[in-house]
């Protein structure tokens, strides 16, 4: 007997074909376009955003190619609230969030699985490329799109009720297999950058949200080196747009060091200054296997894997990374491996 | 499709023939033109010359309210009720947003009947104004008989063109297009039987509605296309049908729809019926169920092979709750938490025992997945 599975559906071809596997494995597939914008485009511009009324119908679309009933869940006041709401504090707090975390942590893995479980759905599939084995995620087998970093924070139970069908699959191999199963988004656009900030400029979405106020850049030692006209405007690790007159002593480019929203100050400083190796973290979530051989961790989307050891105190999670690693921001993730599996993450709290 | 609808349309499609063409294909196709035009005026009251081929009620609705509106200028009010299909609230606002018109929803009362003081206290505000009035005569969502021909007398009184939309009414419910004084009124195929595609507008003589579509004039200069004859001999042989059945379809469907009310009634205690309890149409059942929402029910009614529907959605597929039960004094939840269950010729008293087997579980369960 097949589960009950409620199939995400973007209206991209991962979670098409996604879809169709699990349909063809003998499940009981549901599909379910998530409306996260209260007022959709109607069609997309480019790779940019998601959740328009267009992708809406691609989505519609497959699902009937694939003969599964289809609805949309109007999820839309949930995602303004956990992830839209959370993105534009996390950054007047000085920190950088990742929405696509926040929204499979709290929507995708939470509301949408909740409100599932309750109407007896066995479990929530979506075309994410990450892989389950044995319960425990690991990377996906196409390591350029692997996405196990943004479910590095579900929980256990969120995984236990999760499917990944794309994890053993490439990229390529998913869309040519969309073509050869009449899926019209075989050749779909990949989506890229935020979905709720359809033209991709975050900043400037962050300064209509959180308003501009002029503020000092700062060099290491506090002596004043430029302005800025909103904190929330800048990352760690950043280089370009800081519109820093005078040139560094050494002559070398300077990078964003520190953001420090309450007296609105952004320090830079050289590349090297950038560099560290202790890193401090929240909320640990255990969600894999106890195996410690072969430890990374991974410190952003797409990011470089470090070789590390660790040590968890008081709710705290000290990671020493092997070598230094430059651009770690407060606010990411920290997702800890063993080998290509998952198991645990952090939330970054500090680094040195 | 009713059987003799599938008949008369499949006969024609057989043959080519435009019926504006003068050689003998083209006289072939304007008889059978004609003759539909014929039957459905016998059927509803009407005369020949009042019926206006369109392609559907939408196009009927939107011909009747800016054609309407666009020949009294510079009269400014457009009075439609609060409880309109979109196919006619949409153009409404439309020319309110575009065109200079002032558009007033009538308001209903909690089952959504437009009451005769309410049309004609909004008139009298400044009947001089007042470009067209259109009532609809059965609400689709809610099943609301309204009372079109006192309301049309009311329009008359301040020689007003009245409009209604009878797309639910026709087939389902007696129909006379004279009797009820309208000077127009819409209908379409599919919903009695007939193909989808194919409607008419019924426009009193002297009507003479500003065109939406321009172009040959086919239909006394109101309408331009070119006619689409096998689907118009369709719509006269389902018209024809749906007519001479309408009472004995009726009375059938009131018995069922009365049992189906009466069986969900016992199967979750606190369902509310919405509408008119006595004046609605025969196949309607319209309900909230309290703590539920309406589009997990119907999902989880979907799976065990229920097809019902939630209110009216919106192009993103989104549903937004009712206009129709918020006018009604509804709460933004018990309208989201509310299904229409139609009945139609195919019913039987089998598919009301499979709703009443599954209904009360996947209440049960959408109350457990709440209001999201």
Redesign the interface.
């Known amino acids: 007997m097949g589960l009950r599975v409620l199939a995400a559906m973007s209206g991209g071809v991962d979670s098409a074909v996604a879809a169709a596997r699990i349909a063809e494995a003998g499940h009981d597939v ?1 599909g379910v ?1 998530l ?1 996260l914008s209260a007022n ?1 485009q ?1 069609h997309r511009t480019g790779a940019r955003g998601c959740c328009t ?1 267009e992708d ?1 119908r691609d989505a ?1 679309r497959a699902a009937d190619v694939i003969g599964i ?1 289809f ?6 006041e ?1 995602f303004q609230r956990d992830v839209v709401e959370d993105f534009v504090a996390e950054y007047a707090a000085g920190r950088t969030p990742n929405p696509c975390l926040r929204c499979n942590e709290k929507i995708k893995f939470a ?1 949408v699985l909740d ?1 599932a479980l ?3 759905f066995d479990a929530v599939a979506t075309g994410h490329h990450a892989r389950l084995v044995d319960g425990a995620l690991s990377r996906s087998v196409d390591q350029g799109k692997d996405q196990s970093y943004v479910l590095g924070v579900l929980t256990r139970e969120q995984l236990s009720h999760a499917i990944f069908p794309l994890g053993d699959s490439t990229k390529a191999e998913v869309r040519e297999e969309a073509a050869r199963r009449g899926l019209t988004v075989a050749d779909k656009p990949d989506s890229h950058d935020i979905c709720f900030i359809a033209d991709g400029d975050t900043r400037g979405f962050l300064s209509k949200r959180l308003g501009s106020a002029e503020g000092p850049i700062v060099d290491q030692e506090g002596e004043v080196v430029g302005s800025h006209q909103g904190a929330h405007g800048f990352t760690v690790g950043q280089r370009k747009g800081l519109r820093i007159d005078r040139p560094a002593a050494d002559g070398r480019p300077r990078y964003v060091l520190s953001i420090e929203p309450v007296s609105n100050t952004v320090t830079v400083g050289p590349r090297s200054a950038l560099e560290v190796t202790t890193i401090t973290c929240g909320r640990p979530v255990w969600n894999g296997p106890s195996r410690r051989d072969d430890l990374t961790v991974q410190l952003r989307a797409h990011g470089e894997v470090y070789p590390c050891r660790f040590q968890e105190s008081g709710g705290q999670l000290t990671i020493e990374l092997d070598r230094p690693a430059t651009g770690v921001a407060a606010g990411q993730a920290a997702v800890l491996y063993s080998g290509a599996t998952v198991i645990g993450s952090a939330t970054i709290v500090s680094a040195s | 499709m009713l059987p003799e609808a599938i008949e008369a349309m499949t006969e024609q499609l057989k043959r080519p023939g435009n019926a504006s063409s003068l050689h003998a294909t083209g006289r072939q196709a304007r008889r059978v033109v004609e003759e539909s035009r014929e039957t459905i005026a016998d059927a509803l009251g009407a005369r020949p010359s009042e019926v206006v081929f369109t392609s559907g009620g939408t196009e009927a609705d939107n011909l009747a309210i800016k054609g309407l509106y666009w020949a009294r200028r510079p009269r400014r009010r457009v009075l439609i009720s609060s409880v309109e299909h979109h196919a006619v609230l949409d153009p409404a606002h439309w020319l309110g947003d575009s065109q200079g018109a002032q558009v007033e929803l009538l308001e209903v009362d909690e089952h959504g009947r437009v009451h005769p003081d309410t049309l004609r206290n909004a008139i009298e505000r400044d009947p001089d104004d007042v470009a067209l009035v259109s009532v609809m005569w059965a609400n689709n969502e809610v099943g609301t008989v309204q009372p079109v021909q006192v309301l049309a007398a009311i329009a008359h009184d301040h020689g007003i063109p009245f409009h209604t939309d009878a797309v639910q009414a026709v087939g389902q419910l007696p129909v006379s297009f004279a009797g009820s004084g309208a000077d127009a009124l819409t209908l379409t195929g599919h919903k009695l039987g007939g193909p989808m595609g194919a409607g008419a507008l019924l426009l009193a003589r002297g009507m003479t509605p500003v065109s939406v579509l321009h172009g040959g004039g086919q239909e006394r200069d109101v309408r331009s296309g070119t006619l689409d004859a096998p689907a118009i001999a369709g719509l006269a042989a389902a018209v024809t049908a749906a007519v001479r059945d309408q009472e004995a379809v009726a009375r059938r469907l009131t018995a069922l729809r009365d049992d189906l009310i009466k069986r969900v009634r016992d199967a979750v205690p606190d369902v509310v019926l919405n509408g008119d309890p006595a004046g609605r149409l025969p196949g309607n059942a319209h309900f909230s169920f309290p703590g539920c929402e309406g ?2 029910l119907l ?2 009614l ?2 065990k092979g229920v097809e019902c529907s939630t209110g009216s959605a919106c ?5 937004q709750p009712s206009h129709v039960l918020l006018a009604m004094g509804a709460d933004a939840a018990a309208a989201r938490g509310s299904l229409r269950f139609s009945l139609g010729h195919t019913s039987t008293g089998a598919d009301v025992d499979r709703l009443i087997e599954v209904l009360p579980a996947a209440v049960e ?2 109350r ?3 209001l ?1």
């Open positions: 549901t376009h409306a959709p109607s009324i809406s519609r009933p609805y949309i869940w109007d999820m839309a949930r509301a409100r309750a109407l007896g | 589009d997990a999902m989880l979907d799976a192009s993103a597929g989104v549903s369960r959408a457990r997945a709440g999201s």
